[in-house]
C-alpha cells in the first residue's frame, strides 16, 4: 500500500509560481513514475508531467516551459515547481504513483489562481 500526500496548493495571482509537493510512503525508486495530473471542473483529468524511477521527465505540451517536475530521493518527494500561472491553471492537482501492482492517487491539493 503507497499512500501519496500533495501539499502547496493555494491561491496565487496570474503571472505568479506555487510549488507543490508530493510525499510518499515508500521509497520512490520503488515507484516505476510519478506524475502530476489536474482536473478542473466539468473537464477530465489530464497531464501535467511525469517522472521515471531514472530521472526522466516528460511534459504535457501546454505546460511546457512553465512548470518543472522533480525529486528529492532522501525525502521520498516529488515537486511540480510552477511559474507564470494563468486563471486556466486553476484545478485541482493531483499525485499519481505507478509501480507494478497499480496506480495510486493521493487526495488533491486545489490550486485558484485569481487576482
Known amino acids: 500500500q503507497v499512500q501519496l500526500v500533495e501539499s502547496g496548493g493555494g491561491l496565487a495571482q496570474p503571472g505568479g509560481s506555487l510549488r507543490l509537493s508530493c510525499a510518499a510512503s515508500v521509497n520512490i525508486f520503488s515507484i516505476n513514475a510519478m506524475g502530476w495530473y489536474r482536473q478542473a471542473p466539468g473537464k477530465q483529468r489530464e497531464l501535467v508531467a511525469t517522472i521515471t524511477r531514472i530521472g526522466s521527465a516528460n511534459y504535457a505540451d501546454s505546460m511546457k516551459g512553465r512548470v518543472t517536475i522533480s525529486r528529492d530521493i532522501a525525502k521520498n518527494t516529488v515537486y511540480l515547481q510552477m511559474n507564470s500561472l494563468k486563471p486556466e491553471d486553476t484545478a485541482v492537482y493531483y499525485c499519481?504513483?505507478?509501480?507494478?501492482?497499480?496506480?495510486?492517487w493521493g487526495q488533491g491539493t486545489q490550486v485558484t489562481v485569481s487576482s
Open positions: 499519481k504513483g505507478s509501480l507494478r501492482d497499480g496506480d495510486y
